[in-house]
């Protein structure tokens, strides 16, 4: 499932939930609390979505270093 190198939340599928389990268990990606109070967070919260750093509204990758080697990864298998 590739798709889910640039957009996390493609994993929110009936397909992709049990790849979405195995990143989580390896630690590569994060479920996303559907709740998201500003009072909880030390900072500022995590943006809405972003792109760039792999954060969907569901599922994040962990950093985007994380994302670069499962890309890597999967561009070693074909």
């Not at 009936?14 to 909880?40: C, H, K, Q, S, T």
Request: without cysteine.
């Amino acid at each position: 499932m590739a798709r889910a190198l640039e957009d996390p939340d493609a994993l929110m599928s009936r397909e992709g939930i049990p790849l979405m389990n195995r990143l989580i268990e390896l630690n590569l990606a994060l479920e996303i609390p559907e709740w998201r109070d500003d009072n909880l967070w030390i900072d500022a919260p995590p943006p809405e979505r972003d792109s760039e750093l792999g954060i969907g509204r569901y599922v994040a990758w962990q950093s985007p270093l994380h994302r670069e080697a499962v890309r890597r990864t999967l561009g070693g298998m074909a």
